[in-house]
């Protein structure tokens, strides 16, 4: 008996193909356990026990990261070229910025992030161009932006609707961000309507950061070791922006609430495969 595919109104099998891969990128692994992966368990112990002192600066050094990446990436993106996401050259030179890191000890990685950051802000915009954003308009380039608060953490991996809960709770700064931003030159970050979203969005990359800075803090990582957190680093974020604009692609095509439904049914049909 062959059993025939349903699908949604107005989506093709490429769409629906599409919407599996993003699933499957915003649904994968967290940070944490990519590291776990490269450096052990050990880096689960040394996450659960890092001074609070040190998770205040990796929350002060995610929002200056974002500031600093939000104004320098876009800024330099080249919208006239073809869109390749190039993500090979930006894992390179994220990497070798926590090599720096890694061989100057933890207390370099608050220097290092920004510049990591930044490179990854411009892997990210690439990924955006090449599932077709608009980055000359505020809400393409935001968007970017967004791609930061879009990891679950231990904690937020079971809650329904993850991604589109992250999504919906930045809704309203986005939206109002955006109209600011069509206004506005973008050099006017200090703006408190774009503070504001930064802040929400540092709160969420700030956890992530944290991780990081427990992998970096490990005793064997050294140079070596800080150049394969930062590969990882890089390669997290660049698989949300891969699933997140696939999404926006394709609710530019078919509207939020016939992609966000069958995103959710497929995250189920995943989950009961899993389990």
């Not at 008996?1 to 490429?14: D, K, Q, Y």
Request: aromatic content about 4%; glycine content about 8%.
């Amino acid at each position: 008996m062959t059993v025939v595919e349903i699908l949604p109104p107005g989506l093709s099998n490429a769409d629906l193909e599409a919407l599996r891969q993003a699933v499957e990128c915003l649904e994968d692994r967290s940070f944490a356990s990519r590291a776990a992966t490269l450096l052990g368990r050990q880096v689960e112990t040394w996450s659960r026990s890092l001074p609070a002192s040190l998770r205040r600066a990796a929350a002060r050094a995610a929002e200056t990261a974002l500031n600093g990446a939000l104004k320098v990436a876009l800024r330099t993106i080249d919208t006239a070229s073809p869109p390749r996401a190039a993500r090979g050259a930006h894992r390179a030179a994220a990497a070798a910025s926590g090599a720096i890191g890694g061989a100057f000890g933890l207390a370099s990685t608050v220097i290092e992030l920004p510049i990591s950051t930044t490179i990854l802000m411009r892997s990210i915009a690439q990924i955006a161009r090449e599932e077709g954003e608009d980055l000359t308009q505020p809400e393409g380039a935001l968007a970017c932006l967004e791609v930061f608060a879009l990891s679950d953490e231990p904690g937020e991996a079971a809650i329904e609707g993850g991604y589109f809960a992250a999504r919906g709770a930045l809704a309203r700064s986005v939206a109002d961000s955006a109209r600011y931003l069509a206004g506005h030159r973008i050099a006017g970050e200090s703006a408190p309507v774009l503070a504001r979203l930064i802040a929400q969005i540092a709160t969420r990359f700030g956890l992530v950061v944290s991780e990081k800075f427990a992998a970096q803090a490990v005793p064997v990582v050294g140079a070596i070791g800080g150049a394969a957190v930062n590969l990882a680093f890089a390669q997290h974020f660049q698989t949300l922006a891969r699933g997140h604009f696939i999404i926006r692609r394709l609710e530019r095509l078919h509207g939020h609430e016939a992609v966000s439904a069958e995103y959710r049914r497929l995250r189920g049909d995943a989950s009961r495969r899993e389990a």
